[in-house]
């Protein structure tokens, strides 16, 4: 068995591949991206068929690998934390249905926000759907958590979700593989009705889930990634989560003086948990995210066995966790040796000189500033988002994806003019058209600026869905193509862009201008693999 440095992104990518994989469904986002790309570049994708295409978003991803697990066979869906709440609907819903091949949803957090809008924590969501969820310590454990993982999934008929954080996402470790497997064989559910979550039968399938937790339990209970690990000082007894465990131990070369629970999968496995309970006259809870198993210690009142971590002060509530929070938290000195050299110092992201959002936002900022001082500009995310800063200063929103153009039509609605948007062509094919379908119908007084750089820049330059069709989108949309406006944001044409901005903001309904130059970055890579 061969062994492999793979980025914990890799890891899972790998083991989907060995596992028998027969698609990946996802949308980028940081830090989950590397898992799609790693499968789109593997010779076994294109000479096995496996599918990895990008998906307009996280619900259609999620939507479209239900279907493949409802054939029989193995999907993977991989999304940043807040794509699970675009993908939400069908992820919840998945829990009722059951599965029938494989499934597991990748949903990669990022605590301290390194390249999010929130620091949301995912278990909630694999807790509130009642489904086992994984939580690697390392790689090696990505690896094997999505390599056994789908095997799991099929023997309990759910999906199951593998939460990831960014560190482990983007470093990299020693990995050893198994064997390849074959993909499934079309197969499909005894129950002809498992998929009809019609209430009466959502019902039953409720019940049935409800009864099954108890199983869930016994699997944490005996899963090889939880694993209870006594220590002589009782004084103290930790339970370390996911990668927690991990910081932990690099904390204890020669081994903890204290018992720790070690946890990987959930939900959390009864048995040790009480074993350490019983045994220690303290509790300490290491997790990366959210207080997600310390709420569940405390309990309603918050009575009984001291608990310490996020919620009473010994660790920070927000941010990551790392090896010299956790030295604090057990009573150690910090020993970190290693200051952070200057040349990775946080410094503020700014767009790339040629950028064409540059040259959409001067134009843009000029006419609203000078001639329409009551406008405002709701922005969307991506790299225009940059618009906020210096020089720019060029937006007053930036909220969720798609959230622009709707955040602009209940402004307008509100008696605003100018209401302006302005969104990426990614960014409007995942969540914005819907909301141009408002527009439409109620003749919304907005302008919509989709600044098309025909690619997803942010995330390293993915391919856009709706390349090529922004016109075509918003026509069937019902935009009326008289107030389509494509121009191409080059100094040159400054003075054009701006007499468009004009009639656009003066005409009193939707309004759509796609200013359209290629990503510079992406360009460079054509130009550089040619
Ligand atoms: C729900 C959700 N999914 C994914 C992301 C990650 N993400 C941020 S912006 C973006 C797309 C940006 O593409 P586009 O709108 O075309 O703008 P560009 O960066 O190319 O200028 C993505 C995938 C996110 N923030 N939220």
């Keep these: 068995m061969s062994k492999q440095l793979l980025l914990g992104d890799e890891a899972i990518a790998q083991a989907a591949l060995d596992a028998g994989l027969s698609g990946v469904y996802a949308y ?25 295409r990008w998906c307009a978003n996280e619900k259609t991803a999620m939507e479209a690998a239900l279907g493949m697990s409802f054939v029989g066979k193995r999907a993977l869906v991989c999304m940043k934390h807040v794509g699970m709440n675009v993908a939400a609907d069908c992820f919840v819903n998945s829990a009722m249905t059951g599965v029938k091949g494989g499934l597991i949803v990748v949903a990669a957090d990022d605590p301290s926000m390194h390249s999010s809008q929130n620091e949301q924590d995912s278990r909630f969501y694999g807790d509130f759907s009642l489904i086992p969820m994984y939580e690697p310590s390392n790689q090696q454990e990505a690896y094997d958590m999505v390599y056994n993982g789908f095997e799991f999934s099929e ?32 197969a499909f559910s005894d129950d002809p009705r498992q998929f009809i979550l019609l209430p009466g039968i959502a019902r039953k399938r409720y019940k049935l889930l409800l009864a099954r ?45 204290y018992p720790v629970l070690k946890i990987g999968q959930y ?21 990366d995210g959210q207080p997600f198993v310390e709420k569940q210690l405390k309990g309603y009142l918050g009575i009984g066995i001291k608990v310490k971590g996020r919620l009473d002060g010994t660790l920070s509530q927000d941010g990551e966790l790392n090896p010299d929070s956790v030295a604090r938290a057990v009573g150690k000195e910090n020993k970190s040796e290693f200051g952070i050299p200057s040349v990775v110092e946080m410094r503020p992201p700014a767009l790339c000189e040629g950028c064409g959002h540059r040259d959409m936002y001067i134009t843009l900022t000029e006419v609203l500033k000078e001639e329409y001082p009551s406008h405002k500009v709701f922005s969307d995310i991506g790299c225009y988002t940059l618009g906020a800063n210096a020089p720019f200063n060029a937006i007053n929103s930036c909220v969720d994806m798609g959230a622009s153009i709707t955040m602009a039509k209940g402004a307008a609605d509100g008696g605003l003019h100018p209401s302006v948007a302005v969104i990426g062509d990614s960014t409007f094919t995942h969540s914005g058209m819907t909301g141009l379908l408002d527009c439409v119908n109620e003749n919304s007084n907005v302008t919509i600026v989709i600044s098309d750089n025909e690619t997803t820049a942010m995330t390293g330059g993915q391919d856009s869905a709706g390349t090529g069709r922004i016109e075509a989108i918003c026509t069937g949309l019902g935009v009326d193509p008289a107030h389509i406006r494509v121009v191409v944001p080059l100094k040159k044409n400054y003075e054009e862009m701006k007499q468009i901005i004009r009639e656009e903001i003066e005409y009193r309904g939707v309004s759509v201008i796609i200013p359209r130059r290629e990503c510079i970055q992406t360009l460079a890579r054509k130009k550089r693999s040619k």
């Design 28 to 52: 980028p986002g940081t830090p989950s991206t590397e898992i799609t790309e790693y499968i789109q570049m593997a010779p076994i994708t294109s000479e096995q068929n496996i599918h990895s």
């Design 213 to 257: 937790q108890d199983e869930f339990i016994k699997a944490s209970e005996e899963s090889p990634y939880n694993k209870f690990i006594d220590g002589p000082n009782k004084k103290l007894g930790i339970i370390a989560c996911g990668i927690g465990y991990n910081y932990l131990m690099e904390n204890y070369p020669e081994g903890c003086e």
């Design 155 to 186: 023997k309990l008929g759910e999906p199951v979700l593998l939460r990831m954080v960014t560190r482990l996402a983007h470093s990299r470790s020693g990995v050893k593989r198994e064997d390849q497997k074959p993909q499934n064989n079309i």
């Design 267 to 287: 939900p959390l496995p009864k048995k040790q948990l009480l074993q350490l309970v019983e045994s220690c006259d303290e509790i300490l809870v290491l997790e």
